[in-house]
């Protein structure tokens, strides 16, 4: 079946970087896209960016120049970084896949929290 | 961006009842609209694709309508694992952006 699941290093400090993987099982990276997705504690959903099946990449403008997304099809693992975290930063970040019915996210990943203090 | 607006952030309806959760655009997003179901584990589902599609393995008591600017989400008879956060998201422009969620409890 379907799986996601996300990797973290659960505490990181203001102004580090943050690398969370992505480990998918039952299906292809070279046929579906992976999403980022994040929630601060008690607010809502934040779209971050998408990786395609192909290897093109689709961000959200606001954050670009803090992350970066890559893949290994192989390892079936998909990959986000962002760089100089601040507090507000501070999130539950999921992993979904794209579905094959346009831009929708069928299945997600349970989530890794991720807290940002020193 | 395109800003989603659930006006209702918390609901409680009764076991049995049809419930209907708003969401607004605020431009046309001509019907890419999604919605998703998040447990109080945090788990999330898909439930709704383009405005009204079903997506695999939901129940049926689970529909969308709506078009141009204004969308709904419908449960009819509400059972008690329905207790959950429901988002509506929309894929009509980027950023793609989530409504800030209505919170259903049971009565």
């Known amino acids: 079946q379907v799986q996601l699941k996300e990797s973290g290093p659960g505490l990181v400090a203001p102004s580090q970087s943050l690398s969370i993987t992505c480990t998918v099982s039952?299906?292809?990276?070279?046929?579906?896209?992976v999403h980022w997705v994040r929630q601060p504690p008690g607010k809502g959903l934040e779209w971050l960016v998408v990786?395609?099946?192909?290897?093109?990449?689709t961000y959200n403008s606001a954050l670009k120049s803090r992350l970066s997304i890559s893949k290994d099809n192989s390892k079936s693992q998909v990959f986000l970084k962002m760089n100089s975290l601040q507090t507000d930063d501070t999130a539950m970040y999921y992993c979904?896949?794209?579905?094959?019915?346009?831009?929708?996210?069928?299945?997600w990943g349970q989530g890794t929290s991720v807290t940002i203090s020193s | 961006d395109i800003q989603m607006t659930q006006t209702t952030s918390s609901l409680s309806a009764s076991l049995g009842d049809k419930v209907t959760i708003s969401c607004s655009a605020s431009?046309?997003?001509?019907?890419?609209l999604n919605w998703y179901q998040q447990k109080p584990d945090g788990t999330v589902k898909l439930l709704i694709y383009?405005?009204?599609s079903l997506h695999s393995g939901v129940p049926s008591r689970f529909s969308g309508s709506g078009s141009g600017t204004d969308y709904s989400l419908t449960i009819s008879n509400l059972e008690p694992e329905d207790i959950a956060t429901y988002y509506c998201?929309?894929?009509?422009?980027?950023?793609?952006?989530f409504g800030g969620g209505t919170k259903l409890e049971i009565k």
């Open positions: 979904a896949r794209n579905s094959v019915y346009g831009r929708s996210m069928d299945y």
């Open positions: 039952g299906f292809s990276l070279t046929t579906y896209g």
């Open positions: 990786i395609w099946s192909d290897g093109s990449t």
């Open positions: 431009q046309g997003i001509s019907n890419y």
């Open positions: 383009y405005t009204s």
């Open positions: 998201q929309q894929y009509s422009n980027l950023p793609w952006t």
